[in-house]
């Protein structure tokens, strides 16, 4: 589990405690970055909402519409591993 995210030949070496803690590490560094994502993108498209996409006539903020769920639905995932490995 999460093998692309943590260096596994790394944690592996590490006690179950020490491997338990790298990964509420990593699972919170994940939702930061989810968090970051979300504002960056409110932030860009408050900037965007002026400039026009001339061959759309849609403006360039729409651009980061997706921005939103994504980190939200990255967010659910990982509350839910942070809320796993808590209990």
């Not at 030949?9 to 491997?19: C, G, M």
Request: proline share 3%; glycine share 6%; charged share 15%.
């Amino acid at each position: 589990d999460n093998a692309h995210v943590q260096v596994t030949f790394l944690v592996e070496k590490l006690s179950p405690a020490w491997q338990r803690r790298v990964a509420l590490v990593t699972h919170s560094l994940i939702l930061f970055i989810c968090g970051a994502l979300a504002w960056g993108r409110n932030a860009k498209n408050n900037s965007g909402l002026e400039a026009i996409i001339h061959d759309l006539g849609l403006p360039i903020g729409l651009m980061y519409a997706a921005c939103l769920p994504t980190s939200l639905v990255i967010a659910f995932f990982e509350l839910r591993h942070l809320y796993q490995l808590i209990t």
